[in-house]
């Protein structure tokens, strides 16, 4: 892997590490334009504050955009998302790994 993919990916994880971003693509992945509260409903338990900030960060990397109708994915986020879906499989695989292990 070169350098600038390191970077690239550095930057990517930078983003997706801040609380509650992954929630909030997850909440849009759908495709389905949220208000700003129904957004905040659906990811649950974020501030006002917090949700805009994730916003303000997402729409300037490119993930998120606000239409006519409220919040959606850009084609970009869609991309991200897409390669996010083996995500819920993986997590339950690791989950009864670690479960394994407990017992």
């Known amino acids: 892997m070169s350098s600038k993919e390191n970077a690239a990916i550095g930057q990517l994880l930078g983003l997706l590490e801040s609380r509650y971003a992954i929630r909030v693509l997850w909440a849009l992945k759908d495709g389905h334009a949220q208000t700003f ?4 409903d659906s990811v649950g338990g974020i501030t006002p504050n917090t949700l805009n900030t994730r916003i303000k960060e997402l729409r300037e990397a ?13 084609s970009l986020g869609a991309d991200l998302l ?13 989950a009864a790994n670690q479960a394994k292990k407990t017992t």
Request: zero cysteines; proline letters at 3%.
């Open 62 to 74: 490119g993930l998120v955009n606000h239409g006519n109708e409220g919040y959606v994915v850009t």
């Open 37 to 40: 509260r129904l957004l905040q």
């Open 82 to 94: 897409k390669r996010l879906a083996d995500l819920p499989a993986f997590a339950t695989k690791w």
